[in-house]
């Protein structure tokens, strides 16, 4: 009997892998086409590992359902961590189900000789398939975040160089390209951004729609305040100069008070640093010797008395 089995199993192998090797690595249609010369001379370039990998994963992707609204979301956030590849949702669906398998797999595997309880071990492996499953969607929102930040920083430098170009005579198409051009290498995300804006309006987008869409796109609460500032100039009709002017001052003075409210909370903050790591040690030293010095001198005197 176990011969018969090692036999099916040898057998089954065999097949599976004679199979995959006919349909990856054998192709006798080209063979043919090669020998009889009615194929044509052009070579396919090689897949790369992580291509097929990408592939994979975008076709688990397709199968795994998804509400409207919670695609809606993650296509905003995605957009938003600078992820705009028609298939990163796919990708991002894909990653989920493959996590959520693997990783309570890996667990199990890791979990499974050691003397731990059996509750404790389907507890790991539950908040594995947890992990594997919400691990994705909080790697996009971090990114989306860090991205924000970065946009952030940015834009005080963009704001300045616009009021630069503006004045200097250029119209607010070509201020958001020189824009775009002068910042791509010290802050890329916003620089990618007025981009974007760019192509919209070389492809025809109204410039209040495209300005609009680029405060809905990023989320930063103060480009939305500059975007709203350029559609209120342009609607209007008022300069543009002395606009931006005036919201990079009341920019300045944002970010001053800003800075005065994070060293205002600077001294609530350091007590719970104060009280559990400079104090212990400040008494140990202060209080340590004579507390030595008493229970060494004083409690014998006591106890002779």
Do not use: W
Not at 162 to 184: N, P, R, Y
């Amino acid at each position: 009997m176990p011969i018969m089995v090692a036999f099916a199993v040898f057998v089954l192998c065999a097949a599976g892998l004679s199979y995959a090797g006919t349909k990856l690595y054998v192709k006798p249609k080209e063979a043919i086409e090669r020998i009889a010369g009615t194929g044509t001379r052009e070579e396919s370039a090689p897949v790369h590992p992580s291509l097929i990998f990408h592939d994979i994963v975008k076709r688990l992707g397709n199968l795994v359902p998804a509400s409207p609204k919670d695609v809606t979301v993650m296509q905003r956030r995605l957009i938003r961590a600078g992820y705009r590849n028609p298939n990163a949702l796919k990708i991002l669906y894909g990653a989920k189900a493959l996590f959520a398998v693997l990783l309570p797999a890996l667990t199990a595997v890791v979990l499974l000789n050691t003397s731990m309880q059996q509750t404790n071990k389907f507890g790991f492996v539950l908040a594995s398939i947890a992990m594997g499953f919400f691990g994705p969607n909080e790697f996009v929102r971090m990114a989306a975040k860090r991205r924000q930040k970065n946009i952030h920083r940015g834009l005080a430098n963009s704001l300045d160089l616009m009021v630069v170009c503006v004045e200097s005579g250029l119209g607010l198409d070509q201020t958001i390209l020189q824009v775009a051009h002068e910042l791509h290498s010290p802050f890329p995300a916003i620089a990618d951004e007025f981009t974007v804006v760019n192509l919209e309006l070389r492809a025809g987008k109204r410039r209040a729609d495209a300005l609009h869409d680029l405060g809905e796109r990023t989320g930063v609460e103060d480009l939305k305040k500059l975007v709203a500032v350029l559609i209120q100039a342009d609607r209007f009709g008022t300069g543009i100069a002395q606009s931006l002017r005036g919201h990079a001052d009341y920019m300045r003075a944002m970010a001053r008070q800003r800075a005065e409210e994070k060293a205002a909370k600077i001294a609530v903050k350091l007590v719970f640093p104060i009280f559990f790591c400079i104090l212990p040690s400040l008494f140990l030293v202060t209080v340590g010797p004579v507390a030595v010095k008493l229970v060494r001198d004083l409690l014998p005197m006591i106890e002779n008395m």
